[in-house]
């Protein structure tokens, strides 16, 4: 006789299956009533009274360490306007995708903190999912430096062909990016001044390799290059020309952006990268930074708030802007631009309380806390902090803010950012040339252009 | 394939009628399967196709069609080739090493050791972990600083240190090697359950016919395990070829194109380069490559039978 | 062979199976070296000995900061709800393909399987839009049918070519005995084949599991969420705290590990009941 011992637990599962059916229906029922068309519809805003008790935005985000914060700050807001702010977090790489999907579904939610950049943006605006801010939020916007705001206004020949114009983002912080040294280290070396041109940089990456010291490390296996290598695009060509070259109105070969691509040669011909390099991510090149296993880093202004997570004690460090290259006919610009942006969804029945909210978080002494909480700088300019109270590489950071670029073009496809990327992988372990990786660029780049005819 | 086989029928008419009936009777078998698999899963698939001859970028309703171009695009671009190399390097690697261990392990559990029951747990785990903690684990252990790279010089290879994910000449094994020692563990439970289903009488049998263990294993565990084995090896290919989390968390496809992977590519068209279009001619070009080689290795092992 | 000869066979065996043991548990060490490391000693503490060896602090702080107990319940019920559907439905299936005769079973299968090889980027997406349409985003019910679906190829491929291997005697015994095919399916087929549920089980869990992206998607309430869910919350827009992150995933573990420990009696189970007296 076969023992019959799979009905046992087998039973005990449809068991299972049939509660579990039974609890998704009941809540399926709850939540649809619910349904997250931009928060619960409650009787008192379909009257479209003036009395905002009962009111409730729904307010998404991906800011893991300042959920409690975001929370706190939505409690105040309630105890002075009534209005409900149902806070939710949604942590890691996938925020970006859920937006994508609830767009799609006309599911966003009253409120967002944006994951993506301008073109990434412009897409919802085409698809008329957000809403313009700018011409409803005048006074807000002047509190934020021009630059700031600029990150996500489309103006007329815009390159992601909005036609919508305006501005979609409230800044709740900003950050540019710039290289930082550990001020014992260079001491070590001999190295007195952090320096002013490029050739002063490599000459500082030989004395620390004298030193024994391991001059450099950044993220060159990720995002960072572009960033890094943005300030010599702007020193080699100018703005102007930047901008035709990556539209492919001028040819990329010839216009002196072997240069740019110059930078990761020499760095990699005076021995300043450390060693796995090609594939480090920016985490990684700061575990190394922090534990003084190299001198300099290149990385962003968040980096003051990492650097004091991982070890409280490492205070020894500042910084100092890209430096500029002597044979360079223009000034260096830094990239930078709003770290955290605030959007709210076109679809959003409560205008008026979201648009309150938004003012409510930009509000000074809400930015004080949050910059005390967040890794980046207030966007806020009345928040930051008096001279004194700074510290040194905290103030050069914010100094680096009016040097951010406004615009550094769009190529045609992406492609050809990415062809450039894999390319100064293979530069920085000497496994390419700049000629070599400027023609791979131009081929993705003359690709594009045909496409896009 | 018939298994109805039925005693000699007189009545040849009625039977076939209710053969037919029973042929029709029977999909009620899939019916479920079919219903939910037309629900979910029929969508995703249809949209793709649809994509593939657009130019959608995933966010906006309105598209154009672009007829063949995105797979004219796909066919003929080279590093798109050599992602898939990359796989298929991935995939022959792990059918040499990683089956062959997984296979091993699998007998050697199965001749009832002395605590096999906490091997069988043991082996499991790697794979219980998400691609992303492999990921961490393992950029852990190749570290230029890292454990490896100590072990070497520990022993007196020093001269064999490395940056094994930095380079571009070990890149690629140091990844399929963190993949392999996570998939062992999948492919031993399938051979296991596979060994279990092998009646003892015939093991019985051939000890009483004076075999060992070597003939044993030839005769009777390796012509019994045929389906099972190609089952395994289509089910590794498909892994290793469509391999990303752990690509994503250790090298993103560096240096370079050395660890791009399909997978990989189809994700960064689709998010990055918000081109669901070549994102979708791509995952198109790819599963039919995958549908042909499954349907080879299902050819192959059918005629050795 | 003699004796010694099986004796040497035997020590081969076990110095395999250890070898491999040892080679699979070894990166652990790391993840269980994070986990009792302190926030601050991670970056500067490159050993794999944390200062205070028995320092569970990270395990209580994972657990309650992330939520853990309320992802951990619904992911339990996802898991048996999606894993029972996935063998009672592919079950079904599988045996129709591999036993029954049946119209267009080829198509039907073939076309099953090619979707196994297709890879579908953000496949979550499209999914998601196919349930909000049913009205049932952000639902329980909403999230585990399309898991079930989606793990329906794999598995009545998995049990196809096992149901393939097992003998036919009794089945054509039972046949002829005039037993009609769901009895045999029921009665006969499912003991025998339970090493191969067995497997379907414990993968099924494992993949429901680890399943992140559609829950994403598809629920805007946090109490709805699975257990992964938790862990991202470890994963900062600028830091990732490592410590929280081992110890959660740590703990993670455990309840798959239990799973796989009672499907291994199905395992033992089988080498029994495969026993056919023809």
Redesign the interface.
Known sequence: M?????PGW?SL??L??IL??A???A??QN??AS??NGGSPSPSDRTDSQKKTGEKI?F?H????RHDLLVGMANDFKSQTGIEVDV???????????I??????D?L?DLMTYSGGA??LA??I??KSVMELGGKMGDTFKKFPESVVKAYSYREGNPFNVKDYGTYAVPMDTNNMQFIYNKDLFAQAGITEPPQTWEQLLQAVDKLNAAGITPFATGI??WVIGPMAAPYEFAYLGEEKLIRVKEGKEPLIGSGYENVLKIFEDLYKHKAF???????DL?KAE?MF??G?VAMIFDGS?AI??FN????NFQHYDVFMPPKPADAAHEVKITGGIGVPLVVSQKTKHQDAVLKFVDYLVAKEQQQKYAEKS?NLPANMEAAKSEGEMSSALRNFSLGMQHVYESAGIYP???VD?AMQ??V??IV?G??TPDKVLKQMDEALQ?ALK?KK | MNPISLPNAPIVKRKSRKLACRRYFNLLYVLPALALFGVFSLFPIVKTVQYSFTDANGINPNFHYVGLANYRSALTDSQWWQAVGNGGVFALLSLIFMNSIALLLSVAVNANIRGNQIYQVVFYIPPILSGIVVGYVWKWIYDPKGILNSFLQGIGLGGYTHAWIGSTDTALYAVAVSSMWQGVGGSFILFLAGLQGIPKEWYEAAEIDGANRLQKLRYITVPSLRSVYTMVNILTILGALGIFNQVYAMTMGGPGYTTEVPALRIYREAFTNSDFGMSSAFSIVFGVMLFILSLIQLKLSRNKE | MGKAGERLTKGAIHLLLLAWAVVSIFPLVWMLSTSLKEKNEIYTNKSLIPRNALNFGNYVEAWTAGGFSRYTWNSVLYSAVVVTGVVLVSTLAAYGISRLDMAGKKAIYLGMMATLMIPIPGAFISIYIVVSHLGLANTRIGYMLPMVATALPVSIFILKSFFDELSREIEEAAIIDGAASFRIYWSLLLPIARPAIATIVILNTLSVWNEFMLALVLFSETKLMPIQMGLSVFVGQYTTQYELLMAATSLMVLPVILVYIAMQKQFIAGITSGAIKG
């Open positions: 076969i023992e019959r011992r799979k087998l599962l449809v299972a299956l579990a059916i609890a998704g229906c809540s399926g939540e649809s349904q997250n729904v998404w991906y800011l893991n360490d939710q977090l949604f942590g890691g790489d996938g925020f970006k995708q859920k994508i999907a609830s767009a799609q579904t599911s939610p073109g990434d897409k919802l085409e698809t296996g990720s450390a060693e796995g390099i090609a594939t480090m985490p575990q922090v534990n296993e968040w708030g990492v997570q991982m070890d409280p890794f496809s992406p492609n990415t894999k390319g992988q293979l372990i496994q390419s690709k496409e």
